[in-house]
C-alpha cells in the first residue's frame, strides 16, 4: 500500500518568506507527527495530531510555526518569516494508534537563503 | 525528560563482521517503548523494530537480533555477517506512555559504514 508522502521534495525559500509543507499519512491512520532533522542530528518532535486536533504542540520552536490538520488526513506545516536555522530535514510520519510504530514520508528538505 | 544516547557516532567494519550499536535510555516512566529506525543514504527513516517496557526477551530477526537489558537501561542492536547494504544511520528511539502523544525520542544515530 502507498506510504507517507510529502511534497515537496525539496524547497528553497528566502529569509523572511512563508512556506507550507504537507503531509499525506497513510490512509486509515489517526496518529499523525512532525518532526524535523538537521545536519548529522536524530529527528526531533515538533508536533502530534490524534484526529483533527493537534493534541500535543510542545516541539514547536515558537510561533512561527504552525500546523493544521483539518479533515484529520492531510496535514500542512506552515512556516513564517523563516529564517537561515529554520533550514532542516522535515519529517512526517503516521501510525494507527498513538504508541505504535511510526511510518516516515521521505521529507522535505526546507533551505533558507 | 527522556533521553536516548547512541555513545557510537560511526562503526566501519568490513562484510561479513559482526556489529552492535548501543543504545542508552533514560525515562521515569514505568511503561515505555524502545524503537530502532534505519535510515540508508536516500534518506527515508525504515521501521525495525519496537519494545515494550515488560517485554525483556531478546529478539531474532534474520541477522538481526536485539538485546534489552531493564537493569542497564540498554536496548543494543546486532547485526551478524554484515553486508555492504546494511550501511547506514541507525536510531534508537523511545516513547513514554505518559505523553499524550507517545512521540519519539531519537538518539544521535550511529553512521555505520560496511567495506566490502
Known amino acids: 500500500g502507498a506510504g507517507v508522502s510529502q511534497t515537496p521534495s525539496n524547497k528553497v525559500t528566502e529569509k523572511g518568506k512563508y512556506v507550507e509543507l504537507r503531509c499525506d499519512p497513510i490512509?486509515?491512520?489517526?496518529?499523525l507527527y512532525w518532526y524535523r532533522q538537521s545536519l548529522g542530528q536524530g529527528p526531533e518532535f515538533l508536533i502530534y495530531?490524534?484526529?483533527?486536533?493537534?493534541?500535543?504542540d510542545s516541539g514547536l520552536p515558537n510561533d512561527r510555526f504552525f500546523a493544521v490538520r483539518p479533515e484529520g488526513s492531510v496535514s500542512t506545516l506552515k512556516i513564517q518569516r523563516t529564517e537561515r536555522g529554520d533550514s532542516a530535514v522535515y519529517l512526517c510520519?503516521?501510525?494507527?494508534?498513538?504508541?505504535?510504530?511510526?511510518?516516515f514520508g521521505p521529507g522535505t528538505r526546507l533551505t533558507v537563503t | 525528560a527522556q533521553k536516548v544516547t547512541q555513545a557510537q557516532t560511526e562503526i566501519s567494519v568490513v562484510e561479513k563482521e559482526d556489529v552492535t550499536l548501543d543504545c542508552v535510555y533514560e525515562?521515569?516512566?514505568?511503561?515505555?517503548?524502545l524503537f530502532w529506525y534505519k535510515q540508508p543514504p536516500s534518506g527515508e527513516l525504515v521501521f525495525l523494530i519496537r519494545?515494550?517496557?515488560?517485554?525483556?526477551q531478546n529478539e531474532i530477526s534474520g541477522r538481526y537480533s536485539w538485546n534489552f537489558q531493564k537493569s542497564t537501561s540498554s536496548f543494543n542492536f546486532t547485526i551478524t555477517a554484515s553486508q555492504v547494504v546494511d550501511s547506514a544511520v541507525y536510531f534508537c528511539?523511545?516513547?513514554?506512555?505518559?505523553?499524550?502523544?507517545?512521540?519519539?525520542?531519537f538518539g544521535g544515530g550511529t553512521r555505520l559504514m560496511v567495506k566490502p
Open positions: 519494545r515494550n517496557s515488560f517485554d525483556e
Open positions: 495530531f490524534q484526529g483533527t486536533g493537534a493534541a500535543d
Open positions: 525515562t521515569r516512566d514505568t511503561t515505555y517503548y
Open positions: 528511539a523511545l516513547s513514554e506512555l505518559g505523553n499524550a502523544g507517545n512521540m519519539l525520542t
Open positions: 510520519a503516521s501510525s494507527s494508534q498513538p504508541a505504535y510504530e511510526q511510518y
Open positions: 490512509s486509515g491512520h489517526t496518529a
